[in-house]
């Protein structure tokens, strides 16, 4: 779809990045840090600082104490650590429950690694975890769960009830949670984050992970960490010495630096993107789109049946992009088979104007 949006240069709310940098003071950090040194191997754990850093972000937000040098892992980007974490635990045939729609790079990374997934639906406009059929995905073969809250593409963040579900599954089958928290500051309405390593019962065997890419929109940089208790962490560590060994040390001080951030920037980022999303669904709404209720992340999922289009998701976005010059993904993709054809996801993590071209662009082409 990318490819097709730039042969049509059309506004491309596919992809799921912000268009403007974060923070310019963590850019600066990052810049004096690159030229003040050093710039060899860091240790591969993560620089001090940066596991300090994160140690004291979940402290800060989550009262959670981690002891930085034995619980914190800073590898490149949060795919790092889920790929760390898929090839540390799990073994040949070993199955991982899964909740779809879901973020793309979960099924190759776990096949990879030998997993065997097992897919629980969650279905729109509700999103509500569907607790037989989840509790049944599990067996003496389940070696872990793989928690994407707040959740891409479904922007569902899940209820503490939903979570405690899950823990305590996880606690009946001995499983492992590995948490894909990278959302966690995006957010909307009031909801606060509530990692699954705080319950009762997960600290030794949840993995939060969390990324700079998300929480300083800094996507490029691609420095992820992950927490969890040190016989958890070793074997993802083992993994994460020959798949990447380090990330870059001026990022890593940047990101140290950012994560101390007072609370005001945390809230901004929340509610600059609350803003978008508002602005953003209201376009799609006034157009006749059935946009189902966005509770966090960067993402908005829309129906497109209402619109009367004479064809499927993937139909459709490569319709709207030639013909309308805006660009969305099919949803049917987050699904590993047989996902439904006419929901299309939008990235609204755009400057308003380009959000408001993008929804001027489609009132022309639907309404004339
Ligand atoms: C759910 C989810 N996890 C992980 C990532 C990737 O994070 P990173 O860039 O830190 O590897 C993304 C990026 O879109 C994502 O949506």
């Known amino acids: 779809m990318s490819r097709l949006a730039i042969e049509h240069d059309s506004i491309n709310l596919g992809q799921g990045f912000p268009d ?9 950090a990052a810049a004096d840090a690159l030229i003040a040194g050093p710039n060899q ?5 993560g620089i001090p600082e940066l596991r300090e850093a994160v140690a004291l972000h979940s402290k800060h937000h989550y009262d959670l104490d981690v002891d930085w040098q034995t619980e914190v892992m800073v590898a490149s980007g949060a795919t790092e650590v889920l790929t760390s974490c898929m090839l540390g635990l799990i073994d040949p045939g070993d199955e991982v429950v899964l909740i ?33 059929t989840l509790a049944m995905a599990f067996s003496q073969n389940t070696k872990l769960v793989l928690l994407n809250n707040p959740m891409n593409p479904a922007a569902k963040v ?12 996880a606690i009946a089958h001995d499983a492992y949670v590995v948490c894909d928290e990278v959302y966690e500051h995006i957010v909307f309405d009031g909801r606060g984050h509530t990692p ?49 060994f380090t990330t870059p040390p001026n990022l890593q001080k940047a990101v140290a630096y950012g994560l101390g951030k007072d609370d005001a920037y945390f809230k901004g980022l929340s509610d600059e993107m609350q803003s978008k ?40 976005c490569r319709h709207i992009t030639t013909e309308a010059g805006v660009t969305a993904v099919p949803v049917s993709a ?9 929901f299309v996801r939008f990235c609204f993590s755009k400057k308003i104007e380009v959000l408001d071209a993008a929804i001027d662009r489609l009132q022309l082409h639907f309404k004339g």
């Open 20 to 28: 403007e940098d974060g923070p310019v003071d963590v850019r600066q």
């Open 41 to 45: 191997y860091p240790p591969m754990m």
């Open 100 to 132: 779809e729609p879901l973020y793309d790079c979960y099924l190759p990374i776990i096949r990879r690694a030998g997993g065997v997934p097992k897919m629980v639906r969650i279905e729109p406009p509700g999103w509500v975890l569907p607790r037989d």
């Open 158 to 169: 899940f209820t503490d009830d939903e979570l405690a579900f899950i823990a305590d599954l």
């Open 196 to 244: 699954l390593i705080s319950l009762p019962g997960m600290r030794d065997r949840a993995i939060k992970i969390g990324s700079a890419g998300k929480t300083f929109s800094l996507t490029g940089w691609k420095v992820g960490y992950a927490t969890a208790a040190p016989e958890v962490l070793a074997p993802i560590a083992k993994a994460h010495q020959f798949v990447t």
């Open 277 to 316: 999303r508002d602005r953003f669904a209201a376009g799609l709404n006034k157009l006749g789109f059935g946009v189902i209720d966005c509770q966090g992340t960067y993402f908005m999922f829309a129906d497109i049946r209402p619109l009367g289009f004479d064809g499927d998701d993937e139909e459709f």
């Open 334 to 342: 987050f699904y590993l088979e047989n996902g439904p054809k006419y």
